[in-house]
C-alpha cells in the first residue's frame, strides 16, 4: 500500500503543518470569536508570524522569507482558516498578494529594500486592484497614473475592499500597497496597467473608510483607499510600464489557490464540530447520529472535504509559483472548494441544531466566513468564464 500523501508530500511540509496547527491552536484559536464579534483584526497577531518566518513563507531566503513551495502556501491558509478564516484572509492578503507578487515581480532594488520589512512583519502589506465601479472587469479600472516631468509618478482614483488597507480602528493605512493604475492604452485600444509601491507617507495617500458590517472576515480590514494626486517615486514602479496583467494573472493563480485552501480549513473545522456535536448529542434516546438524516450531512461532507482536499494538494503540487498557465485549476479548485466549504458549514449548522446558530459554538462564523470566498479573489461566475474559456482552448486537459 502507498503512504502517499499529497497534502504532506515530504517530512518538510508535515513539519509546518504540525508548527503552524499547534501554534493556531495557542495563538489564533482563543482570540478567533472575540475579534470576530468585534470587527477587530490582530495587527500584533499578524505581526508576530515574522517571527516564525511565515510571512514570507514564498519569498527568497536572502531577504527574509522562508523560500517554500505552493503546497507549503497552502498547508498554512488551510491550517490558520480551521481557526479564524477573517485572521487567515488577513495573513493571505499580506504574504500572498503583497510579498509574493513583490518577490516574484519586484526589481532588485525594491526587494532588497522592502522584502525584509514585510518579512519581519514590521510593514503591512496589501494589494489593490478592485474599485468601487471595477471589480471583475479589471480592465475597467479607473485609477490612473501620469508620470510627471521629474520623473516620479502622479496617481489618482479609487480601491476598494482593500483587505489590511488600515490596520487599525485609527484609519492608519497599510504601510505599503500594491496598487494597479492604468497608464495608457495599446495600439488596439486596450487598457495597459501598471504597478506602483505606494508607501505610507507618501503625499495623497489615506484610507477613505474602514468598510464595517460586512457578512464575515470581521476579523480583517476592509477598507477603502484614497489616491488623490498621489506622488510616487519612480523607483516605486513595479516592472515594465504597461506590463503588469501578466504578473497580475500569475499571482491571482496563488491567491485562488490559498484561498481554496482557506476554504479547506473551514470545511474540515465545520466537519470535526458537527461530527462531536452528533455523538455527544442525545435525542429521542440515542446520539443523533444514528439518525438517517444526520448521517447524510455527515457522510456528504466528509465526501465533499475530501474531494476538495484532494483537487487542492494536486493543484498545489503542480503549481509552479511565479509561472502562469495554471488558471484551469487555481479556477477549478477555488470554484469547487468556496462552495463546499459553504455547504458544509451549512450542514454543520444544521446538525448541530440551536447551538450551531450561536458564536460560542464557531460554525455560524465559518458559515459567514465562507461566504466570502465565492465573491474575493474572483467571483464563483469568474471562475465558470475562464474554466470554459480555457477549455475551449486547449479541450485535450479533459483527457490527459
Ligand atoms: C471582504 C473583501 C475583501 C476583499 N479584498 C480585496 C483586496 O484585498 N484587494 C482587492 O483588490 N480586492 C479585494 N476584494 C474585492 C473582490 O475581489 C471583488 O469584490 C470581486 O472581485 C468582485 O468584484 P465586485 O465586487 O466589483 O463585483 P462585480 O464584478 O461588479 O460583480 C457583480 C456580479 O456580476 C457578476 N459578473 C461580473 N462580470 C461578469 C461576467 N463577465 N459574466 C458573468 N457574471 C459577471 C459577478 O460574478 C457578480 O455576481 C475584496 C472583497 C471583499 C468583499
Not at 53 to 78: F, K, M, R
Not at 100 to 108: K, M, P, S
Not at 197 to 215: C, F, H
Not at 332 to 338: H, M, R
Amino acid at each position: 500500500m502507498s503512504n502517499m500523501d499529497i497534502a504532506n508530500p515530504s517530512e518538510e511540509h508535515l513539519m509546518l503543518r504540525e508548527m503552524v496547527r499547534e501554534w493556531t491552536q495557542e495563538n489564533v484559536e482563543p482570540q478567533a470569536h472575540e475579534h470576530d464579534r468585534d470587527e477587530k483584526f490582530n495587527l500584533e497577531l499578524l505581526r508576530s508570524m515574522g517571527e516564525l518566518g511565515l510571512l514570507g513563507i514564498s519569498a527568497p531566503e536572502e531577504y527574509g522569507g522562508a523560500g517554500l513551495d505552493a503546497v507549503a502556501c497552502t498547508i498554512v491558509h488551510e491550517e490558520l482558516s480551521a481557526s479564524d478564516p477573517g485572521f487567515a484572509l488577513a495573513y493571505l492578503a499580506h504574504s500572498m498578494l503583497f510579498v509574493n507578487n513583490l518577490a516574484y515581480n519586484g526589481t532588485e532594488e525594491q526587494k532588497a529594500r522592502i522584502l525584509p520589512k514585510v518579512c519581519s512583519g514590521e510593514w503591512i502589506g496589501a494589494m489593490a486592484m478592485s474599485e468601487p465601479d471595477a471589480g471583475t472587469d479589471v480592465l475597467g479600472l479607473g485609477t490612473s497614473a501620469v508620470q510627471q516631468d521629474d520623473g516620479t509618478w502622479l496617481l489618482n482614483g479609487r480601491k476598494m475592499w482593500i483587505t489590511n488597507g488600515c490596520i487599525d480602528e485609527e484609519g492608519t493605512p497599510a504601510d505599503v500597497v500594491w496598487v494597479y493604475a492604468k497608464t495608457g492604452e495599446d495600439e488596439r485600444g486596450r487598457v495597459q496597467l501598471s504597478t506602483f509601491l505606494v508607501e505610507a507617507g507618501m503625499p495623497g495617500y489615506s484610507v477613505g473608510q474602514k468598510i464595517y458590517d460586512k457578512t464575515g472576515m470581521r476579523a480583517s480590514n476592509t477598507a477603502e483607499l484614497v489616491f488623490d494626486d498621489c506622488i510616487v517615486p519612480e523607483a516605486n514602479l513595479v516592472g515594465d510600464v504597461g506590463q503588469s496583467l501578466l504578473h497580475m494573472m500569475g499571482n491571482l493563480e496563488l491567491e485562488r489557490l490559498t484561498l481554496a485552501a482557506m476554504a479547506l480549513g473551514i470545511g474540515r473545522r465545520a466537519l470535526d464540530e458537527m461530527n462531536r456535536y452528533a455523538t455527544d448529542r442525545v435525542a429521542f434516546n440515542a446520539p443523533i447520529r444514528e439518525f438517517g438524516q444526520i448521517q447524510r450531512y455527515i457522510g456528504e461532507s466528509w465526501a465533499k472535504y475530501r474531494a476538495m482536499r484532494a483537487y487542492i494538494y494536486d493543484t498545489a503540487n503542480n503549481l509552479t509559483i511565479g509561472t502562469s498557465g495554471q488558471r484551469l485549476d487555481s479556477d477549478g479548485v477555488k470554484l469547487f472548494a468556496t462552495t463546499a466549504a459553504k455547504e458544509i458549514a451549512d450542514a454543520a449548522m444544521q446538525v448541530m441544531g440551536g447551538y450551531g446558530y450561536v458564536g460560542e459554538y464557531h460554525v455560524e462564523r465559518l458559515w459567514r466566513d465562507a461566504k466570502l470566498l465565492e465573491i474575493g479573489g474572483g467571483t464563483l461566475e469568474s471562475h465558470q468564464k475562464n474554466i470554459t474559456r480555457d477549455l475551449f482552448k486547449d479541450g485535450e486537459a479533459i483527457n490527459r
